[in-house]
C-alpha cells in the first residue's frame, strides 16, 4: 500500500529532475550561444583578407604602418575602426591562419625599439624557408653569416669575415663579387641589417627565425633581462657572476629617470652609457 507521503515525496523528486533538466539544457543552450557569438566575431571579413594579403606582399610592417594599414582595410570594406584594437583583429586573422601553420607576429627592432609586424611560417622554422629565393651555397653562407653574428659578443660580423667564411662552403664556392651581391640582396629581402661595413640579424630574421636560433645557438643565445625576448644589440652586466643582457632600448626605458642606474638582477652599478628613448614616429607627431 502507498502512502501519500511516499506519493507526494516522489513527485517532489520527479519535478526537481525535470528542473535540473530544463536548466542544464538552458545551459547548454546559453554556451553554444556564447560559442557561435564567438566565433561570428572572430570571423574573416574582407578587410581582414585586404590585411593578410598586404601582410603576404611585404612579409614584415612597423607597428605605425601596420596602424594605417588595419584603419585603410576598414574603411574600404565598411567595418567598424577601433584604433586600440588592432592586435585583437590580427589575432581573428590567426585564429585562421593556424591550420595553414602561418602567424602574424608581433617583435621588436634591437636597434630602436620600434615594434614590428611579420607574417611567419611556422611549419618551417629554419632557413629552409627562404630556398624558394636563394640557392643551396647562398643559404650555406645565410647560416654561417648567422654563426658569425649568433657567436659573437656584439652581436656582429664584420663584412671581411663573412668574405673569408664564403671561401669555407662545402656547396658550390662563391666568387668575391657574388658574395657581396649576395650580402645586397640579403640587406634588401631584410634578413640583415648592414651598417659602416657590420652585419646584424633584422628584425624579420629574428621574428621569424627565433624557433631555430633557440634551438641551434642553445650554449650562446641569451634573453633580455626585461622583454625576455633573444638579444644580440644589447647592454651587458659586467658582474662576472651576472652577465645579464638587456636591449638597448630596454635600457633606455627601464634606467629612464634612475638617479643612479643598477642592474636589475644583482643591483651592481650600471657602468654603461644610459641611451636615450625613442619614441615611436605615431607619438613623435602628435
Known amino acids: 500500500m502507498v502512502t501519500h507521503e511516499t506519493t507526494t515525496h516522489t513527485t517532489t523528486g520527479s519535478r526537481l529532475k525535470e528542473k535540473k533538466k530544463q536548466e542544464e539544457k538552458e545551459g547548454a543552450h546559453c554556451r553554444r550561444v556564447t560559442d557561435q557569438s564567438r566565433d ?3 570571423q574573416m571579413e574582407d578587410s581582414h583578407r ?10 614584415i610592417v612597423d ?17 567598424q575602426h577601433t584604433p586600440d584594437k588592432l592586435d585583437d583583429f590580427i589575432e581573428t586573422i590567426n585564429s585562421k591562419l593556424q591550420p595553414m601553420f602561418m602567424q602574424v607576429r608581433k617583435g621588436m627592432s634591437e636597434d ?7 607574417l611567419v611560417n611556422m611549419a618551417e622554422t629554419d632557413v629552409t624557408r627562404m630556398s624558394s629565393d636563394y640557392a643551396d651555397n647562398e643559404l650555406e653562407l645565410f647560416r654561417k653569416t648567422m654563426d658569425l653574428i649568433v657567436c659573437s659578443e656584439n652581436g656582429k660580423a664584420s663584412s671581411t669575415d663573412i668574405l673569408n667564411s664564403a671561401d669555407t662552403l662545402t656547396t658550390k664556392k662563391l666568387k668575391k663579387s657574388e658574395t657581396e651581391h649576395l650580402l645586397n640582396r640579403l640587406v634588401h629581402d631584410r634578413w640583415l641589417n648592414e651598417k659602416r661595413g657590420e652585419y646584424t640579424l633584422s ?13 641551434m645557438y642553445q650554449d650562446q643565445v641569451k634573453v633580455c633581462h626585461i622583454c625576455r625576448n633573444i638579444a644580440f644589440q644589447c647592454q651587458i652586466c659586467e658582474k662576472p657572476t651576472c652577465g ?23 643591483d651592481d652599478f650600471w657602468p654603461h652609457e644610459i641611451p636615450e628613448v625613442r619614441r615611436p614616429r605615431s607619438q613623435s607627431k602628435r
Open 63 to 79: 607597428e605605425q604602418s601596420a596602424r594605417t594599414l588595419y584603419q585603410y582595410c576598414c574603411e574600404t570594406h565598411n567595418t
Open 112 to 118: 630602436n625599439g620600434q615594434q614590428f609586424y611579420a
Open 40 to 42: 561570428m566575431a572572430r
Open 203 to 215: 628584425t624579420r630574421c629574428i621574428i621569424e627565425m627565433e624557433p631555430y636560433i633557440r634551438s
Open 50 to 59: 585586404r590585411f593578410l594579403q598586404t601582410m603576404m606582399a611585404n612579409g
Open 244 to 266: 645579464i643582457k638587456i636591449h638597448n632600448p630596454c635600457v633606455a626605458r627601464y634606467f629612464k629617470g634612475r638617479a643612479e642606474p643598477r642592474c636589475p638582477a644583482c
